[in-house]
C-alpha cells in the first residue's frame, strides 16, 4: 500500500493505516500479558532454565523457527572440494585477469 501510495500521488487508506496501529497494540498487549504469564508460571519449574524472563512476541515464534532452521542448515553442512581456474594474459605490458564462468569447479575431472 505505501509503494503503490507512494508511486501514484495517492492518499494513504486510512482502514489499512488504522489496522495497523491496531495490530500494533494488540502485539504489544498480547506479548506483556503472555510475557508475564510465562515468566510466572515457569520460574522454579525447571532447574536450569534462566527464568528471570521468558518473553513472548506474536513475531517471535516463526523468526526463531527460520533461525533453528538456519542453525540447523549451518550446523549439518558438509564442506566439498573445489578448484578455482585462475589465469591471466599479458598484452602490451599490461596483465589482463581471465576469469572461468562457472566460478567453482567441483569435480576434478
Not at 489499512?16 to 503472555?34: H, K, P
Not at 508460571?41 to 525447571?46: A, E, S
Request: hydrophobic share 30%; aromatic share 10%; net charge negative.
Amino acid at each position: 500500500a505505501v509503494v503503490s501510495t507512494q508511486s501514484t500521488g495517492g492518499k494513504p487508506n486510512e482502514n489499512e493505516s488504522l489496522s495497523v496501529d491496531a495490530r500494533q497494540n494488540l502485539d504489544l498487549r498480547l506479548g506483556c500479558a503472555v510475557t508475564r504469564f510465562q515468566t510466572k508460571y515457569f520460574q522454579g519449574k525447571y532447574g536450569d532454565l534462566d527464568s528471570s524472563l521468558i518473553s513472548y512476541g506474536p513475531c517471535q515464534t516463526p523468526t526463531l523457527g527460520f533461525c533453528v532452521e538456519r542453525h540447523d542448515v549451518i550446523q549439518t553442512f558438509t564442506p566439498e572440494p573445489y578448484w578455482v581456474i585462475e589465469t591471466s594474459i599479458t598484452a602490451d605490458n599490461t596483465e589482463i585477469p581471465l576469469t572461468y564462468s562457472r566460478g567453482r569447479i567441483f569435480d576434478q575431472q
